[in-house]
């Protein structure tokens, strides 16, 4: 990957960076922790009064806002605390850092987080990583907005992004852009699916119809199946009463649904199943119903190294989301370390060439929303395998 225009200063950088990543390459991914998905998945509501907990990480000038619900209950908590560890983790493993991260606890909820962002905007910060929450992003642009300070932020809903405002995080949209495009690749044109009726699906069906169009194909049928599992054998049956029409079926969302239209569909009948990351737990790795199906998803060998080093620091596993952390960090010290005044400009984080992290490559554009180099894999009964890699670079602008 060829470095930023502004100088040889970031592609030394990236290469170091790339460095880390493929250090952490391994085998396959671990099944640790949580869904990357908690704006869409994560019902519960959050605690009223927001806590004020802060912590200095590192030594350097240059102040970095981390913002993190680490009081918040549940799992919100748990994840929280998995990224201030990744957080810490990646700047020691920062070749003499010039950054010192201003960790803030927003307590899950809106408030604390432009609580959290305002103060550390007041103590120098020069850039925010976080919040995790999509109202929490909302919260602590405004509050970093009016003074110029950009957010790398941890949420799903491309709602939230804006100039200023760029989201790091696994946009799901991303997965449905990579699998459709492997599918008409690979000679797919006519698409039917069943999708969840929740936001979850509202997003993915808005980028699969739009995905579909663009690369030429069509989607001859669509049904949708409410939250009560119980209900999705009439949409599947629709669904495989479609396929006469339809060479693919897509379920972002495939254990029971990918089941039941495996059983409206009946035996001898074949049609390609395609889904999302989701896909990618022990449940529907496991599920016969979606043998042979694609998905798309980060390549695995970078989390399984990254999750090693974890373990063997904090003693525990890491949640998925913490490679998030362990980024964003990384790539604020690389541009610290090269990039002088211009370090967090709009330039300097949307540059078309991208950078490279735990994940594999990804790129902010302009909108504040993310490209990332995804795999496709085939479910098989051992597993999940690669059948389409990761790209190692990007091509054309990060539009």
């Known amino acids: 990957m060829s470095g930023l225009s502004q100088g040889r200063g970031l592609a030394r950088s990236r290469r170091w960076w790339c460095g880390v990543a493929a250090a952490a390459a391994a085998a396959s991914l671990c099944a640790c922790s949580q869904l990357p998905g908690s704006d869409f998945f994560n019902s519960q509501p959050p605690p009223a009064a927001p806590a004020q907990a802060s912590t200095a990480i590192g030594a350097g000038s240059v102040r970095v806002g981390v913002v993190l619900p680490l009081s918040a209950p549940g799992n919100a908590g748990l994840a929280a605390l998995a990224m201030k560890n990744a957080a810490d983790m990646a700047l020691a493993e920062f070749q003499s850092p010039n950054v010192q991260l201003l960790v803030k606890d927003d307590g899950g909820t809106a408030l604390g987080a432009q609580i959290a962002t305002q103060q550390a905007i007041q103590e120098g910060a020069e850039i925010i990583l976080g919040p995790v929450s999509a109202a929490s992003v909302g919260a602590a642009a405004q509050a970093a907005r009016g003074r110029g300070i950009p957010l790398i932020a941890f949420s799903n809903d491309v709602n939230v992004a804006s100039k200023g405002v760029y989201l790091l995080s696994f946009l799901p949209e991303a997965d449905v852009d990579r699998v459709v495009e492997y599918s008409i690749a690979n000679g797919k044109r006519s698409f039917a699916a069943l999708i969840p009726d929740n936001a979850y699906g509202t997003a993915v069906e808005a980028e699969f119809r739009q995905v579909v169009a663009r690369k030429g194909g069509r989607v001859v049928a669509l049904e949708r199946y409410p939250a009560d599992k119980q209900q999705v054998q009439e949409p599947a049956r629709r669904i495989a ?110 540059n078309p060439s991208g950078f490279s992290g735990v994940d594999g490559i990804f790129r902010f554009r302009p909108d504040g929303t993310n490209q990332r180099g995804l795999a496709v894999f085939r479910v098989t009964a051992s597993g999940a395998q690669v059948i389409s890699p990761a790209p190692k670079a990007f091509t054309g602008p990060g539009t």
Do not use: H
């Open 241 to 350: 009463d479609a396929t006469r029409q339809a060479d693919t079926v897509f379920i972002p969302d495939p254990v029971d649904a990918a089941s039941a239209v495996a059983a409206a569909l009946g035996a001898g009948k074949r049609v390609q199943l395609v889904g999302t990351w989701l896909w990618d737990d022990a449940r529907s790795l496991s599920d016969p119903s979606v043998q042979g199906g694609w998905y798309a998803g980060p390549d695995v060998a970078g989390f399984r190294a990254f999750a090693n080093r974890y373990r063997a620091r904090y003693g525990q596993d890491p949640v998925r989301t913490a490679t998030l952390a362990y980024d964003a960090v990384s790539l604020v010290a690389a541009l610290v370390k090269t990039q002088g005044a211009q370090r967090f400009s709009e330039e300097v984080l949307t």
